[in-house]
C-alpha cells in the first residue's frame, strides 16, 4: 500500500470499509456525501475502458465511505446498476444526464415530491437537476438537490455571475419543494461550474434564496484534466445548511491520474473532473475546535485504474475487503 501525503492533516478513513462503521443513525441528517462529474467523453469515446472504470469507482465509493447520497454527472451508460444498497433517480435534459444517489437503507424517498427539471430551457434543454425529499426511521427529513449548472460569463464581479448563472428554475423548484414538504434542510451536490472567486455562501443564498447557516466542502481545485486542473477552477461543490462541520477532500492526484482518465481524440481532451468526498458532522466534540478542522479532515483517496481493486468476498453480514493503493491528497 504506497501512500503520498500532499497534506500531513489529511487522514484516511478506509476503516469504513472494514468495520462497517456507519453514519450515525441518531443524527438528524445525512453524514456521508459524494459528487463526481468524470464527464461524458468517458462514456462517448470509451478509452481505456474509462466507463467501466468509472462505475467500477463509483460502486466502490458508495460502500468504502458509506454514502448517504452522491451527486453524479454525466453518467452517460444507461446499463449501470448500483451495487446492493443504493438506488438512483436521474434527470435527463437533451445528452446532459444527473443521478442522484441514495442509501435505501437509511433513506427513503417521499411520495410524489421527487422533481427533475432542466436549468437552461432556450434554445434547447439543457443542465439538468433533480431534487428529492427524504425520510429516515428515525423521523429525520431532507431536500437533496444534485446538479449540472451552466457556465456563467466569466468575470470576477460577482454581479456578472448573479446575473448569468441561470439558477433561477432550480431556487423556484427548491422554494416550491420546501414550501410542500415544510422541510427547510437542503444539501446540494453540484457540478457549479463556479470559479473560486464565487463563494459557496454567494450561490445558497443569493442565487437559490436558501436559508442558512451554510456549511461547504472545501474549493478545491476539481476540473478539469483537459485545462490541467488550474486552481481556480474550484466547479465541484458540495454544500447544505445544517451541521456544525463540513470536512471535504477532492479525490484523485492531478498530478498522476490513472491512465483511464485521459481521454483524447484528435486535438480533443477529455474534461474529467476530480470527485470530491465530503462528512457532515452534526455534533461538535470536544476533540474538534475551530482550528482543529483539517487535522480532522477523514478522507482517504482510492485510485483505482493504477492498481486493482478487490473486493473480497466471504467477510461476515455482508460487509467487503477492499485491498488498494492509496493516495492521500489535498486540494
Known amino acids: 500500500m504506497a501512500l503520498m501525503f500532499q497534506r500531513a492533516a489529511f487522514v484516511t478513513l478506509v476503516h469504513l470499509a472494514l468495520t462497517g462503521n456507519a453514519a450515525s443513525s441518531t443524527k438528524l441528517t445525512p453524514q456521508n456525501l459524494l459528487v463526481w462529474n468524470p464527464h461524458w467523453q468517458c462514456f462517448v469515446w470509451n478509452q481505456n475502458d474509462c466507463a467501466g472504470h468509472v462505475k467500477n469507482a463509483l460502486n466502490t465509493f458508495l460502500v468504502a465511505f458509506d454514502l448517504d447520497f452522491a451527486g453524479i454527472i454525466e453518467l452517460s451508460d444507461v446499463t449501470y446498476t448500483p451495487t446492493p444498497g443504493w438506488e438512483f433517480v436521474v434527470s435527463r435534459c437533451g445528452h446532459d444526464v444527473v443521478h442522484l444517489f441514495y442509501n435505501s437503507k437509511r433513506w427513503y424517498p417521499s411520495n410524489d415530491t421527487l422533481t427533475p427539471g432542466c436549468m437552461l430551457q432556450y434554445p434547447t434543454q439543457d443542465r439538468p ?46 422554494g416550491d419543494l420546501m414550501d410542500k414538504t415544510g422541510t427547510d434542510k437542503v444539501v446540494l451536490m453540484a457540478d457549479t461550474n463556479a470559479y473560486r472567486w464565487i463563494s459557496n455562501d454567494l450561490i445558497w443564498a443569493t442565487q437559490l434564496e436558501l436559508p442558512g447557516p451554510v456549511i461547504g466542502s472545501q474549493l478545491m481545485n476539481t476540473c478539469c484534466l483537459d485545462a490541467d486542473f488550474p486552481p481556480d477552477l474550484t466547479f465541484d461543490r458540495i ?7 463540513i470536512y471535504s477532500a477532492a479525490m484523485y492526484n492531478p498530478v498522476d491520474l490513472p491512465n483511464w482518465t485521459r481521454q483524447v481524440l484528435g486535438d480533443r ?8 468526498l465530503a462528512q457532515i458532522e452534526t455534533v461538535q466534540s470536544e476533540s474538534h475546535g475551530p482550528d482543529h478542522r483539517l487535522a480532522a479532515l477523514w478522507t482517504a483517496v482510492i485510485l483505482l485504474g493504477i ?10 453480514k455482508g460487509r467487503k475487503q477492499i485491498g488498494q493503493r492509496i493516495r492521500v491528497v489535498g486540494p
Open 307 to 316: 492498481s486493482t481493486v478487490v473486493l473480497a468476498a466471504g467477510l461476515s
Open 129 to 174: 437537476y433533480i431534487l428529492q425529499h427524504f425520510s429516515s426511521p428515525e423521523g429525520a427529513e431532507v431536500i437533496v438537490a444534485a446538479a449540472h449548472f451552466p457556465h456563467p460569463m466569466l468575470s470576477r464581479d460577482e454581479s456578472v455571475y448573479s446575473r448569468t448563472a441561470s439558477t433561477e428554475l432550480l431556487q423556484r423548484a427548491l
Open 239 to 245: 454544500i447544505a445548511n445544517f451541521g456544525n462541520f
Open 269 to 276: 481532451v477529455g474534461a474529467f473532473h476530480r470527485p470530491v
